[in-house]
């Protein structure tokens, strides 16, 4: 299990790995994504790399703000 704290944009996110169990994701590379000022959750388990999982949920926590 993968965790990380990142402070961006005055944001602080918490960013949890997990693996699904579909077909495309045999890896850790599904994401939580936490705004902890907000506290916003979003998943993204889209791409089988980890860092742009991570991107896109960052980006579709950005869209709600």
Same mark, same amino acid.
């Given at each position: 299990?993968f ?5 961006i944009?005055?944001?602080t996110y918490?960013?949890d ?16 994504v ?8 979003? =998943? ?5 790399s ?8 960052k980006?579709m926590?950005? =869209?709600?703000?």
């Open positions: 299990d965790e990380l704290r990142q402070k944009d005055s944001f918490q960013i790995s997990f693996r699904t169990d579909n077909q495309v994701n045999k890896c850790e590379s599904a994401v939580r936490t705004c902890i000022e907000t506290g916003k959750v979003v =998943e993204c388990s889209d791409h089988r980890r860092h742009q999982n991570i991107e896109q949920a980006r926590l950005n =869209e709600e703000r």
